[in-house]
């Protein structure tokens, strides 16, 4: 079993609409969670970060952490065009950028 | 700021020829990574640099990958003998200090054939 699970998709979603992307881990030590966006042929850009459970809000992304369940969600509300992109959740148990778990990325697309 | 930077872009070689890859980090980002993606999968930490010192090299496959960070600032990425399932994106990143985020350049993607 990996420790990071993703669903890879595609996902495929009108313009507009409330996207919901999810991670679930086995690691109980995973403390600070991550969303990168990566566009095609371009390297991860970090979307959103938080510590231990709850909601974080920046825009239009919503990130949720339930550590209960093991199980994390980002979502893009009036989703555009510009987020189709590969969404790769990452999550560590140590702060910062070391020792990252990366789930496989869910490929998404918005229709205009 | 000028983000991570990496070269080539892409590169094709056949099976047991040998590569490299080289990064520039972001300027005064203390630690480097390299990465590994492979095709519909998240990236693979394969070593960890802390200025010229190597942090974590655990998932390196050692006996045909090396990688060295000379002065603390560019750094190297080497594969010889290449085998086929070496194909992937290589990605660098760098961060300022370990507990901030991560940066990461846009790769060279390589294929073994």
């Known amino acids: 079993q990996k420790e990071v699970e993703q669903d890879p998709g595609p996902l495929s979603v009108p313009e507009g609409a409330i996207v919901s992307l999810n991670c679930t881990y086995s690691?109980?030590?995973?403390?600070?969670f991550m969303w990168y966006r990566q566009y095609s042929r371009k390297g991860p850009e970090l979307l959103m970060y938080?510590?231990?459970?709850g909601n974080k809000e920046d825009g239009r992304f919503t990130a949720q952490v339930d550590k209960s369940s093991k199980y994390i969600s980002l979502f893009i509300r009036d989703s555009q065009p510009s987020d189709s992109a590969t969404y790769l959740c990452?999550?560590?148990?140590?702060?910062?950028?070391?020792?990252?778990?990366f789930g496989q990325g869910t490929r998404l697309t918005i229709n205009p | 700021e000028a983000g991570v930077a990496q070269s080539p872009r892409y590169k094709i070689i056949e099976k047991r020829q040998s590569v490299a890859f080289w990064c520039n980090p972001i300027?005064?980002?203390?630690?480097l990574y390299w990465y590994q993606q492979i095709l519909g999968q998240g990236p693979k930490l394969l070593i960890q640099?802390?200025?010229?010192?190597?942090?974590?090299d655990s998932q390196l496959p050692k006996d045909r990958f090396s990688a060295e960070r000379l002065k603390g600032v560019d750094s190297t990425l080497k594969i010889q003998p290449a085998k086929l399932e070496d194909s992937a994106v290589y990605l660098c990143?760098?961060?300022?200090?370990?507990?901030?985020?991560?940066?990461f350049g846009n790769g060279t993607r390589l294929t073994v054939t």
């Open positions: 938080t510590y231990s459970s």
């Open positions: 300027s005064g980002h203390a630690t």
């Open positions: 690691n109980s030590a995973f403390q600070y």
């Open positions: 990452a999550m560590s148990r140590i702060q910062g950028a070391q020792k990252l778990v």
């Open positions: 640099f802390q200025n010229n010192g190597v942090v974590d």
């Open positions: 990143a760098s961060s300022l200090v370990p507990d901030s985020p991560l940066h």
